[in-house]
C-alpha cells in the first residue's frame, strides 16, 4: 500500500521560510518522479514542482527562485524549502509521484498517488 505523508506546514510571516517533508512507503521511490501541488482557498489545485529520479528539477513560474525541491531516495524523503513566503503562497501543500517518465508532468491528472496535505499559512 502506498502512502505520502506531508509534514512541516504551519504559520509563518510573510518573507519568511518553511520546510516541508514527504515520507513515502510501499513504492519504488527512487524510480518515481516525485512533485508538490498547492491548492488554496477556492481555487483549484496548482503545480508547484518536480523532480525527477536524476534530480533534475522543473518549478511553477510564481515559485522559481524561491523554493527549491529535492529528494533523499536512501530515506524515502521528498523536501521542498519555501523562502521568501508571499501570503499568496498560502494553501494546503500536496506531495504526489508517478512513475518516472522522460517529461515534466505538471498535470495533476498525471499522478498516481497523492499525500493528505499539509496546510502552509503566510500572514503579511
Known amino acids: 500500500q502506498v502512502q505520502l505523508a506531508e509534514s512541516g506546514g504551519g504559520l509563518v510571516q510573510a518573507g519568511g521560510s518553511l520546510r516541508l517533508s514527504c515520507a513515502a512507503s510501499?513504492?519504488?521511490?527512487?524510480?518515481?518522479?516525485m512533485g508538490w501541488f498547492r491548492q488554496a482557498p477556492g481555487k483549484g489545485r496548482e503545480f508547484v514542482a518536480i523532480i525527477k529520479p536524476s534530480g533534475d528539477t522543473y518549478y511553477a513560474a510564481n515559485v522559481k527562485g524561491r523554493f527549491a525541491i529535492s529528494r533523499d531516495n536512501a530515506k524515502n524523503t521528498l523536501y521542498l524549502q519555501m523562502n521568501s513566503l508571499k501570503p499568496e503562497d498560502t494553501a494546503v501543500y500536496y506531495c504526489a509521484g508517478i512513475w518516472a517518465t522522460p517529461f515534466f508532468r505538471t498535470s495533476e491528472r498525471a499522478y498516481d498517488h497523492w499525500g493528505q496535505g499539509t496546510q502552509v499559512t503566510v500572514s503579511s
Open positions: 510501499g513504492l519504488a521511490f527512487s524510480s518515481y518522479d
